[in-house]
């Protein structure tokens, strides 16, 4: 199994679809091992967009992340950084496919609604900014035997 970090951004909370994009997180069968609401700062912002606070575009990609809380998201499943990505599709909502997050709910390169861990790597990496340990919960889910297969989701 793998988690992986979902944060439903302004464009999301303000725009009422929380629940509408959590149902289909677990419609999928991905399981929430941790979710919660914050706002968030500066501080970081900088260190999850490190490798864009030097693009002309930072101060109002920081700026459209403090216009609201978010919800950050523990998901949990066999390849779930995958599966995720597979969900919110391209970044640019303009370009992403129908069927996908940001292609049903976005027309938009930076209001695209979720951001998504790309790697497990920056999974681990993400988790531990937005997360406590005691956050995440590890239990059994009760339909994984519905979800996966003998042998799977080892």
Known sequence: METTLVLLKPSCVQRGLIGEIINRFERRGLQITGMKMMQLDDEILKKHYSHLVDKPFFPSLAASMKTSPIVAMALTGVEAVQVVRGMTGFTNGRRADPGTIRGDYSVSNQQNIVHASDSPESAKTE???????????????????????VGEAN
């Open 127 to 149: 988790l531990e900014r937005f997360f406590q340990p005691e956050e995440i919960y590890t239990y059994n889910h009760a339909l994984q035997g519905y979800l996966y297969g």
